[in-house]
């Protein structure tokens, strides 16, 4: 299962993009709403969550996907829930999917020293001791990072490519008329 956290202040944008892709993969994921299934986004749009924080399980985790946004971002980061998953992942090899300013929660908790990584511009620094990359999307082993809401289309193409295979991820794109 791919698990999505969604807490109040996320980016709707970076969080719904990746669920859609993942879901026209027919791949598993279910958004997990931090204080129940309704979660309000950064622009005061409400999403019904597949599962609160309380449903998601570790036993069958292959991956999270950490949405940016604020105050979302560190919603998340102050979630015990969240930063189990995200220990469990980092001690498991899982793959850690983070975009916008949620690297910067992989920073502080030094998961990606010596790593590529990238984060939205003006988060760099809160990415303790990575080898921050320019790129739009950053791959280093298990972890994918991304710049923000206009990397959220090569962002999710990215997971589908590592997690499922490339041809499934192009042939999503190129359905969706992306010109770029």
Aim: proline share 3%.
């Amino acid at each position: 299962m791919i698990y999505v956290f969604l807490a109040k202040g996320f980016e709707e944008i970076e969080a719904l993009t990746v669920v859609d892709y993942l879901r026209r993969a027919e791949m598993d994921v279910c958004t997990v709403g931090i204080g129940g299934k309704i979660v309000i986004g950064s622009h005061n749009i409400p999403v019904f969550c597949d599962l609160d924080e309380h449903e998601a399980s570790l036993d069958d985790v292959e991956a999270i996907v950490l949405p940016g946004g604020m105050p979302g971002t560190l919603n998340l980061e102050a979630n015990k829930t969240v930063n189990d998953f995200i220990d469990y992942c980092a001690e498991n090899d899982k793959y850690i999917c983070a975009i916008c300013a949620a690297p910067s929660i992989l920073g502080h908790k030094d998961l990606l020293k010596g790593r590529r990584a990238c984060c939205f511009p003006g988060f760099e620094e809160e990415l303790e001791g990575a080898q921050v990359c320019k790129d739009f999307v950053c791959i280093d082993g298990k972890y994918i990072t991304a710049k923000g809401m206009g990397a959220a289309i090569d962002f999710s193409r990215e997971i589908v490519s590592v997690m499922l295979d490339k041809h499934t991820a192009e042939r999503i794109k190129a359905s969706l008329q992306c010109p770029f």
